[in-house]
């Protein structure tokens, strides 16, 4: 039985460093994940309920109905990883020891979780909009993340992207444009 009671004292250990909430209560943890988890979910479903399918000549002519369209290439990689990786960040931050910039970097994650919902709604099709778009998530993610790394190393690094990462989804991407349909 020690053997268990071992295994579960070290996963409550890991845990309780992942989450930086050594000191703190199982209430404030658990409000925590319920404001930062739920705040992400608020924004992504707000944003998603901002779609609107869209018709086009194409639906018309064939009498079909429209589609939402769902984002694809680079952005489709990269926005469960923003909402995610900066939502678990934010709960580090969350548990963090009370100290002057803790709230800073709650409302910069805040902000971030609010505009990228906007855009993710707002769908920007120019140029300038994507270059907007991309600049603004960008420049919060990072800002976020600067501030949230003042608090805590690994914080800031867990809301920070890594060339490691970045390698990754461009591996990612270019496997996905070189599949090519399987001719029989």
Same mark, same amino acid.
């Given at each position: 039985?020690? %053997?268990?009671?071992?295994? +579960?004292?070290?996963?409550?250990?890991?845990?309780?460093?992942?989450?930086?909430? !050594?000191?703190?209560?199982?209430? #404030?943890?658990?409000?925590?994940?319920?404001?930062?988890?739920?705040?992400? @979910?608020?924004?992504?479903?707000?944003?998603?309920?901002?779609?609107?399918?869209?018709?086009? /000549?194409? #639906?018309?002519?064939?009498?079909? *109905?429209? @589609?939402? !369209?769902?984002?694809?290439? &680079?952005?489709?990689?990269? +926005? /469960? $990883?923003?909402? &995610?990786?900066?939502?678990? &960040?934010? +709960?580090?931050?969350?548990?963090?020891? %009370?100290?002057?910039?803790?709230?800073?970097? +709650? *409302?910069?994650?805040?902000?971030?979780?609010?505009?990228?919902?906007?855009?993710?709604?707002?769908?920007?099709?120019?140029? =300038?909009?994507?270059?907007?778009?991309?600049?603004?998530?960008?420049?919060?993610?990072?800002? =976020?993340? #600067? !501030? $949230?790394?003042?608090?805590?190393?690994?914080?800031?690094?867990?809301?920070?992207?890594?060339?490691?990462?970045?390698?990754?989804?461009?591996?990612? !991407?270019?496997? @996905?444009?070189?599949?090519?349909?399987?001719?029989?």
């Amino acid at each position: 039985m020690s %053997s268990i009671d071992d295994t +579960l004292d070290d996963v409550a250990e890991a845990a309780t460093d992942f989450l930086n909430s !050594e000191g703190r209560s199982a209430a #404030h943890v658990a409000l925590g994940v319920a404001v930062t988890a739920g705040f992400a @979910i608020l924004a992504t479903a707000l944003a998603t309920g901002a779609i609107k399918p869209r018709r086009t /000549p194409r #639906h018309l002519r064939g009498q079909t *109905g429209p @589609i939402t !369209e769902r984002p694809t290439g &680079s952005l489709s990689l990269i +926005l /469960p $990883a923003v909402f &995610s990786a900066t939502t678990l &960040s934010a +709960l580090r931050v969350w548990n963090a020891p %009370s100290r002057p910039g803790r709230g800073r970097s +709650l *409302g910069l994650w805040a902000a971030a979780q609010g505009i990228n919902a906007l855009w993710l709604a707002a769908r920007p099709s120019t140029l =300038f909009g994507q270059m907007a778009a991309a600049m603004t998530s960008a420049g919060l993610a990072a800002a =976020f993340a #600067h !501030e $949230a790394r003042k608090l805590d190393d690994g914080t800031g690094k867990l809301a920070a992207p890594t060339g490691a990462g970045v390698k990754l989804a461009n591996l990612v !991407e270019r496997k @996905i444009d070189d599949q090519r349909p399987t001719v029989h």
